[in-house]
């Protein structure tokens, strides 16, 4: 990706409202496996990533690659059914261009989710995760280049990122809702290869509970923006040399499928709160 960020960004933005987009405060970024969630968005406006001027097409598997923009109990939510992994092109800025878009949309707050292993070995494959905080091991940070000062300041904080306060009014609600949701911390590996024994050992030594391939670098803009965080991540399997097992994308994405109607009440939920 090459060009004047700040101008790239507003030419998105510029187009996102002439196409529809209009006010929303919320953006929710949906994980792998997880995209149908954006069925349930009443008047949806749907635009293709490859209508977007500076967004190209994802092309991972369970993604679909789509802007959705529309009413869900009572908000209005701009949806980002697919994401750019790190790993797909090695260039953080296409992988935090959409989370930045939504930043310039106006949005207040970012609903961010994801599938990831599952490290804390008194947990379960299938459960899902209340992210209270995150481990950057990604070896990047979307912030590093020319600040956009209109957005953020140079040396953002990153201590309430993930508001104590809006995790406990989630859980209780989830809580009350029948859905087990766990409070834990996130760890963002570059990928794509999956983690061996030895570094799912590591990150639990160094207090990580799940670890995933993203979301850091979107809650990381976020925080930037001053925007409230909430992150939800689907434990779609146990990490590396957990259990006696190989790992693979198919179990990622079916485990997704499995926990859907879960994984939907905690999104309303954290909409709502
Ligand atoms: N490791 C990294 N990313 C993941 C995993 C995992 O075990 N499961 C789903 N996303």
């Known amino acids: 990706m090459t060009g004047d960020l700040r101008t790239m960004i507003r030419e998105a933005a510029d187009f996102l409202h002439a196409n529809g987009v209009g006010e929303a405060d919320t953006g929710l970024i949906l994980g792998t496996g997880l995209n149908d969630y954006s069925d349930c968005i009443e008047d949806p406006v749907i635009i293709p990533y490859s209508e977007i001027p500076h967004m190209d097409p994802g092309k991972v598997e369970g993604h679909r690659g789509q802007l959705i923009y529309g009413k869900r109990r009572g908000k209005n939510v701009v949806i980002l059914a697919g994401r750019y992994h790190y790993y797909e092109s090695a260039d953080i800025r296409i992988t935090s261009f959409p989370a930045r878009v939504l930043a310039a949309l106006g949005i207040k707050r970012m609903i961010i989710t994801n599938a990831a292993g599952c490290v804390n070995s008194s947990w379960k494959a299938g459960q899902l995760m209340l992210i209270r905080d995150h481990i950057n091991l990604s070896g990047q940070n979307p ?14 904080d990153m201590t309430y990122t993930y508001s104590a306060e809006l995790r406990e009014k989630i859980i209780k609600k989830a809580a009350a809702a029948g859905v087990v949701l766990t409070e834990g911390v996130y760890t963002m590996m570059s990928g794509p290869s999956f983690e061996t024994p030895a570094e799912i050992r590591m990150i639990r030594t160094i207090g990580g509970d799940a670890v995933g391939m993203s979301s850091v670098p979107e809650a990381i803009i976020a925080a930037h923006a001053g925007l409230e965080v909430v992150g939800i991540s689907l434990l779609t399997n146990m990490a590396a040399g957990i259990l006696d097992q190989p790992l693979t994308g198919e179990e990622v994405t079916e485990a997704g499928r499995q926990a859907e109607a879960a994984f939907a009440k905690v999104v309303d939920i954290a909409l709502e709160v």
């Not at 600040?147 to 040396?155: H, I, M, Q």
């Open 143 to 156: 912030l590093i280049g020319p600040n956009l000062d209109e957005f953020g300041t140079r040396f953002p």
